[in-house]
Each structure stands twice: as structure tokens, then as C-alpha cells.
């Protein structure tokens, strides 16, 4: 018997947040650039369950918790060009070349965030070693099947749920857009944008296969998560 609805639990979570905010350059001549940081740091563990839920004698596990994100990290700016009417480069004195190359802005973002912590598979490990010699998609921790063996019927479980030092992949993305507004006179204006997330292409993995019967033991699945690299066009006219 288990008694789901006693609340012997507990979460603990403690974080650092930190941001700078930073006007570089905020000339005619020069443009305008603004840039952010934020950095948060944190720790968040559990103690939730046992190893034997049914065992009440048995203490708490207290572990990582499933969400556990140390590092949480983004970069962003907007930048005003310094090209055109009234900036430092290509002030042109026809006036078609000058609307052409004025009212250009770039704006990105980056963020990173690190995985969470990755399951710890419940097999007897007759090598000692769960860390890969060589981290790699293909062997993300030590799945050379020859080290474990299936823990035999009627034993009791003593790995933790997820190891402790060992970690899904990061997530790592940027995101960048360029416009351009052209002021027609006081009132109309024509704005053109153009985006794209996930600059780099970069792809974005879910945690290894750590079920011991599968062919991909310990390895990443193929297809990634996030989108690959997406870009799209706009235009708007103000009136």
C-alpha cells in the first residue's frame, strides 16, 4: 500500500539574479546602442519520495531537482546604424540615395540555458565508470552495455533518480532581425523587417535514451527539439 496524499515532501530553490543595462553610444553621428545582460545563477533540489515508495521507513531522496537549471543567460541589443541622414557614414547628399540607406536598425537576442539533469538508468554497473571517455551525442554517458546488468527481481533500488553531474544538452539560440523605416513626411511612414530565429541553425536535443533494452542506449535522439532556422519578411505602412 501507498499513501499518495501524505505531504512529507519539501522543494528548496535558491537563485542569483543579475542584470546590466548599458547605453554604449547614443550620437547623430554614432547611432544609438543599447544592450542587456541577464544572468541568473540557482540551485533547486527535492526531496519528494524514496527509492521504495512503499518503504516508509526509508528516508527521502534528496537529489537535483528534475528542473534544475544553473545557468540562465541572455544577451540582447538594439542598435541604431550610424548610415544616412544626419549619421556619421553615407550621408549622402542625394536625397533617393539618403532615404535609401537611413532608418536602419538591428536588434538580437541570445540566450543559453543548461539542461536539465539527466535520469539515472537503474542497472548494476560492473565497470564503476557512468561518465563517456568522450561526451558525444552518440555517447552521451558511458553506454557501453557490456559494463551493466538489470538489477535482479525482489532488490532494492540505491541509484538516485538522475545523476548529479551529468546533464541533458543546453539549449543555445540566437535570434536576430534588421529593419528599415522610411519616414514619407510627418504622418506616413513604411516599415520593412526582416527575422530570423535561430541564426546559427543551431539544433536543440532532449536528454539520452536510457532505457538498457533500447538500440540507442545513452545516445541523443535525432531530431532536435527547437526549429531549425526560420526566416520571415514583413512590412507595414503607418498612416
Not at 536588434?107 to 537503474?122: A, E, L, M, Q, R
Not at 532488490?155 to 528599415?180: G, S, Y
Request: glycine fraction near 6%; include cysteine.
Amino acid at each position: 500500500m501507498t499513501d499518495n496524499l501524505t505531504q512529507w515532501g519539501w522543494y528548496r530553490n535558491d537563485a542569483l539574479q543579475t542584470k546590466i543595462e548599458k547605453r554604449v553610444l547614443g550620437g547623430e553621428s554614432t547611432g544609438i546602442l543599447t544592450w542587456v545582460l541577464s544572468y541568473t545563477f540557482s540551485k533547486g533540489f527535492e526531496a519528494n519520495h524514496r527509492l521504495q515508495n512503499w518503504n516508509l521507513e526509508e528516508p527521502l531522496v534528496k537529489e537535483l531537482d528534475y528542473q534544475d537549471k544553473p545557468h540562465m543567460l541572455s544577451f540582447s541589443g538594439v542598435y541604431d546604424l550610424p548610415i544616412g541622414r544626419g549619421r556619421k557614414y553615407l550621408n549622402s547628399i542625394n536625397p533617393m540615395v539618403r532615404q535609401l540607406i537611413s532608418g536602419w536598425q538591428t536588434v538580437w537576442i541570445y540566450t543559453y540555458t543548461s539542461g536539465y539533469p539527466t535520469s539515472w538508468p537503474d542497472l548494476v554497473n560492473y565497470c564503476g565508470e557512468w561518465h563517456a571517455k568522450k561526451q558525444t551525442r552518440y555517447s552521451w554517458f558511458n553506454n557501453d552495455k557490456s559494463c551493466y546488468a538489470t538489477r535482479q527481481s525482489y532488490t532494492l533500488r540505491v541509484l538516485p533518480d538522475r545523476f548529479p553531474d551529468i546533464r541533458n544538452p543546453a539549449t543555445k539560440q540566437l535570434n536576430f532581425a534588421l529593419e528599415k523605416t522610411t519616414h514619407i513626411n510627418e504622418r506616413y511612414r513604411f516599415v520593412i523587417r526582416g527575422e530570423a530565429f535561430n541564426l546559427t541553425n543551431t539544433p536543440g536535443y532532449a536528454g539520452p535514451d536510457t532505457s538498457f533494452s533500447s538500440d540507442r542506449f545513452g545516445r541523443l535522439p535525432d531530431n532536435q527539439q527547437n526549429w531549425p532556422r526560420l526566416v520571415q519578411l514583413s512590412a507595414k505602412f503607418y498612416f
